[in-house]
């Protein structure tokens, strides 16, 4: 049924990629490996043997299994990527309805990175350095800076206690610096992946809502971003979600002051359109195993 639909935009090795790509998520070993993630729910440490504070977040072998395969599969990045934009969204759209049937807590960064790739079009320079290692399709979970790594993922701090980030009274502060550059101070809620490399966020400065990136292991930010707390967030158990402190963090602008809600724009458009594509896999997931359960089962002599 998937095939017939995307039949315009299949060629045959496609086809057969996705095919593949549908066997694996429907065995038993994908299958396994996501009931191991999202039951080994993300704890927080806080400090280090010599009592260091780090906070880092520990996930379990079978999260980073399944985040590798995504990521590999391109899921963030072959939208953007060289060809037609409009039958790459499509198949990209495939591979994540197929992925999110088996767990989908682990598709929050790779959604996000996907999304936020659409901001860098207002920093080229950012763009520049940044898309390579998102393109490079290599998971690289390392807790370094961002030039040693092999890839990279982006996450999205928005979200404020009782407020809507991008339309209400924003609290975090941002003071812009030489060079684009923004310091920033103050608190988000309900970030997914708060150990990706970059974090995309919307700070208050004089000019009004500006958006910026921030990279979250950089050296001059290593005590700067602060993780107070993971908070719970039902049908997402694989994933940490937490509360962060910004503590005059520095970050990059992006797009001019004061036009943070514009530049959100198509990021915001994205990762609603993934959170409904996830929704379809998991129902029809469901459905499909409903049926299993079913198939050959009897009622009073008649079969159900």
Same mark, same amino acid.
């Given at each position: 049924?998937?095939? =017939?639909?995307?039949?315009?935009?299949?060629?045959?090795? /496609?086809?057969?990629?996705? $095919?593949?790509?549908?066997?694996?998520?429907?065995?038993?070993?994908? !299958?396994?490996?996501?009931?191991?993630?999202?039951?080994?729910?993300?704890?927080?440490?806080?400090?280090?043997?010599?009592?260091?504070?780090?906070?880092?977040?520990?996930?379990?072998?079978?999260?980073?299994?399944?985040?590798?395969?995504?990521?590999?599969?391109? %899921?963030?990045?072959?939208?953007?990527?060289?060809?037609?934009?409009?039958?790459?969204?499509?198949?990209?759209?495939?591979?994540?309805?197929?992925?999110?049937?088996?767990?989908?807590?682990?598709?929050?960064?790779?959604?996000?990175?996907?999304? @936020?790739?659409?901001?860098?079009?207002?920093?080229?320079?950012?763009?520049?350095?940044?898309?390579?290692?998102?393109? =490079?399709?290599?998971?690289?979970?390392?807790?370094?800076?961002?030039?040693?790594?092999?890839?990279?993922?982006?996450?999205?701090?928005? !979200?404020?206690?009782?407020?809507?980030?991008?339309?209400?009274?924003?609290?975090?502060?941002?003071?812009?610096?030489?060079?684009?550059?923004?310091?920033?101070?103050?608190?988000? $809620?309900?970030?997914?992946?708060?150990?990706?490399?970059?974090?995309?966020?919307?700070?208050?400065?004089?000019?009004?809502?500006?958006?910026?990136?921030?990279?979250?292991?950089?050296?001059?930010? @290593?005590?700067?971003?602060?993780?107070?707390?993971?908070?719970?967030?039902?049908?997402?158990?694989? !994933?940490?979600? @937490?509360?962060?402190?910004?503590?005059? @963090?520095?970050?990059?602008?992006?797009?001019?002051?004061?036009?943070?809600?514009?530049? %959100?724009?198509?990021?915001? $458009?994205? /990762?609603?359109?993934?959170?409904?594509?996830?929704?379809?896999?998991?129902?029809?997931?469901?459905?499909?195993?409903?049926?299993?359960?079913?198939?050959?089962?009897? %009622?009073?002599?008649?079969?159900?």
């Amino acid at each position: 049924m998937l095939t =017939a639909r995307l039949d315009a935009s299949l060629d045959e090795e /496609t086809e057969e990629d996705l $095919t593949a790509l549908g066997a694996y998520w429907g065995a038993a070993e994908a !299958q396994e490996i996501a009931r191991i993630a999202t039951t080994h729910t993300p704890t927080l440490r806080r400090e280090d043997y010599d009592g260091r504070r780090i906070d880092q977040v520990e996930l379990h072998p079978a999260y980073h299994a399944l985040v590798n395969r995504s990521v590999a599969a391109g %899921l963030m990045s072959s939208a953007w990527e060289e060809g037609e934009g409009t039958h790459q969204h499509r198949l990209r759209a495939a591979t994540l309805f197929l992925t999110a049937g088996v767990e989908r807590g682990h598709l929050t960064p790779v959604s996000a990175t996907h999304a @936020a790739v659409a901001s860098l079009a207002y920093a080229p320079e950012l763009e520049a350095e940044l898309f390579p290692l998102v393109a =490079a399709r290599r998971y690289d979970r390392r807790p370094i800076p961002l030039e040693e790594k092999d890839g990279a993922l982006i996450t999205l701090a928005i !979200q404020e206690r009782d407020i809507d980030g991008e339309r209400g009274s924003i609290r975090v502060r941002g003071e812009l610096s030489a060079g684009g550059g923004v310091r920033i101070s103050g608190e988000k $809620t309900l970030v997914c992946a708060p150990g990706a490399d970059m974090l995309l966020t919307l700070v208050r400065t004089a000019d009004g809502p500006t958006a910026a990136m921030v990279p979250r292991f950089a050296p001059e930010n @290593a005590d700067a971003i602060l993780i107070d707390g993971l908070v719970d967030f039902a049908g997402l158990d694989a !994933q940490a979600i @937490a509360t962060i402190r910004f503590d005059d @963090a520095r970050g990059r602008l992006i797009g001019e002051p004061g036009r943070g809600v514009q530049v %959100l724009r198509d990021v915001r $458009t994205l /990762t609603q359109l993934d959170a409904t594509v996830m929704a379809a896999g998991d129902v029809r997931a469901a459905d499909a195993r409903s049926t299993q359960q079913l198939r050959g089962r009897t %009622l009073s002599g008649r079969e159900l």
